[in-house]
């Protein structure tokens, strides 16, 4: 398969800071999808980045891909952000896709 | 516009039982994926389902199975439980037709005792 390391593990943020998480992958991959879990579990989609930048509010990701990272950035963050942030990719040659994730970046967001 | 719907929510089943866990797809979207995660890891990808067929599968033994309707829904089921199995089970849909986004479901938590 195709390994996907995220960080840092864990990061804790006074409300209002910046922040940026990273993730790599082992592999070339044609898809790669940023998602937010929140403390109920449900995954949100946040960004399908297979390369390129995006930007969505606050937030904002970059995909290398022939470098194998993307960045997620939360600019001015809320405690509304916190929770768990997922990094997923599929691989390059796959016929259809399966998605690898990454262990996951938790982020605490105190008031 | 539903997103993806799942249930049981939660359930508790004990060792050696079967679960039936089920999925409805957003609709527009006919492919649909099963992913399982443990207290504190990432999804891992179980199988995937189009057109009533599982066409992709991840590293999951034959207790696993699943079965797409015609409606695109879709079932989960376990046999044989053990308490490794133990985790909150999620449904993502995604479209055929262009990029592949998915879009997961709320999940069901199961418990083995």
């Known amino acids: 398969g195709i390994q996907v390391e995220q960080s840092p593990p864990d990061l804790i943020l006074q409300e209002g800071a910046n922040s940026t998480l990273r993730c790599n992958f082992s592999d070339s991959v044609n898809n790669l999808q940023w998602f937010h879990q929140n403390p109920w579990g449900q995954l949100i989609n946040l960004f399908y980045?297979?390369?390129g930048t995006k930007q969505n509010g606050r937030l904002s990701a970059t995909t290398v891909a022939t470098e194998r990272y993307s960045l997620l950035y939360i600019s001015s963050s809320q405690t509304t952000d916190s929770g768990v942030y997922f990094c997923a990719v599929g691989r390059l040659g796959d016929n259809f896709n399966k998605f690898y994730f990454g262990s996951g970046t938790k982020l605490n967001v105190k008031p | 516009d539903a997103g993806v719907t799942q249930s049981p929510t939660h359930l508790i089943k004990t060792r050696g039982q079967q679960v039936t866990l089920r999925c409805s797809p957003k609709?527009?979207?006919?492919?649909v994926s099963w992913y399982q995660q443990a207290l504190g890891q990432g999804p891992q990808f179980i199988f995937q389902y189009y057109e009533e067929e599982e066409r992709q599968r991840g590293n999951f033994p034959d207790r696993f199975s699943g079965h797409q309707f015609p409606n695109y829904s879709s079932e989960l089921n376990v046999n044989a439980l053990l308490l490794g199995d133990s985790a909150l089970y999620l449904c993502a849909s995604s479209p055929t037709s262009g990029a592949n986004v998915l879009t997961f479901g709320a999940g069901s938590r199961l418990t083995v005792l």
């Open positions: 609709s527009g979207h006919d492919t």
């Open positions: 980045i297979p390369s």
